[in-house]
């Protein structure tokens, strides 16, 4: 089934939408409230440093993000991506096992700590979580740049790099965090399936196409969505065929490998 894989496709992502995860997350960092801003001057309240010790990179990284941010909403979308791909160089930087050190104190901490405090030492540790996360966070703002550019080719190749970043545990159990990760890895194999659709089709058509009639259509497509369960190539291929139907569909029944090609090349 399929083509070979390196990995599964794990179970919470087979139906997210991963465009519109990646672009609440975009508008949720260029227009962020008050209690989503990092402040810098709590490293104080963190025992180990971790904070203090990254303080030189992490103010950095805050201005330069400002001029990301200001970019992104008047859409100077090239300026935008410049100055991301600085932030990304900057997050490479970070000591992240100090931080995640320091949030994993803050989280034992905030198991500790009165109903009424351990809130308050919950969001400081989901906080610094958040900035051991930084590498990830980053690339993932760099390629939903990029997207919105039009340059998959970019996009594809900065997700790929943002899933091969190490995420400490901290990291992932926040829940924002494994979202926007799911979403990552969603589009990034949306992409990879867009970008080599014809041959994808022509290799995964035979066991699609249940009728053997060389086409595949839309009840074929329902049937093979629960059979491609497993297999993160096979199941991206059958969503992307499904949702793109009726632009890939030329008004006969099913779509075949013309179809497709032509759809792709156009």
């Known amino acids: 089934m399929g083509t070979p894989m390196d990995n599964q496709t794990p179970g919470r992502?087979?139906?997210i939408d991963a465009s519109a995860v990646i672009n609440e997350h975009m508008i949720k960092f260029?227009?962020?409230?008050?209690e989503s801003r990092i402040n810098i001057d709590q490293a104080s309240m963190i025992p180990g440093g971790g904070r203090n010790q990254n303080r030189s990179v992490l103010n950095q990284m805050r201005e330069e993000s400002g001029a990301v941010r200001e970019l992104f909403q008047v859409r100077s979308l090239h300026l935008a991506e410049s100055a991301q791909e600085r932030v990304v160089g900057l997050a490479d930087q970070l000591d992240i096992r100090a931080l995640a050190r320091d949030a994993r104190t803050m989280r034992e901490l905030a198991r500790r700590s009165p109903?009424?405090?351990a809130g308050e030492v919950g969001e400081l540790a989901d906080r610094l979580s958040f900035t051991a996360a930084s590498p990830f966070i980053e690339r993932a703002r760099l390629g939903a740049i990029q997207l919105r550019q039009g340059e998959e080719d970019r996009a594809e190749q900065t997700f790929g790099e943002a899933l091969k970043v190490n995420l400490p545990a901290e990291a992932m159990a926040v829940d924002e965090i494994a979202r926007l990760h799911d979403a990552v890895f969603v589009r990034h194999e949306e992409l990879k399936v867009k970008r080599s659709l014809p041959e994808l089709f022509e290799a995964n058509i035979e066991w699609i196409d249940s009728s053997k009639d060389g086409k595949v259509d839309r009840g074929e497509l329902r049937e093979a969505a629960g059979h491609a369960r497993g297999d993160i190539t096979a199941s991206t291929l059958v969503r992307y065929l499904s949702?793109?139907?009726?632009?890939?569909?030329?008004g006969?029944?099913?779509i075949d490998f013309d179809d497709v090609k032509r759809f792709h090349n156009r």
Do not use: Q
Request: aromatic fraction near 10%; avoid cysteine.
């Open 13 to 15: 992502v087979e139906a």
């Open 252 to 254: 006969s029944p099913g």
């Open 243 to 250: 949702s793109n139907y009726g632009n890939i569909d030329r």
């Open 115 to 117: 109903a009424g405090k």
């Open 30 to 34: 260029a227009f962020p409230g008050d």
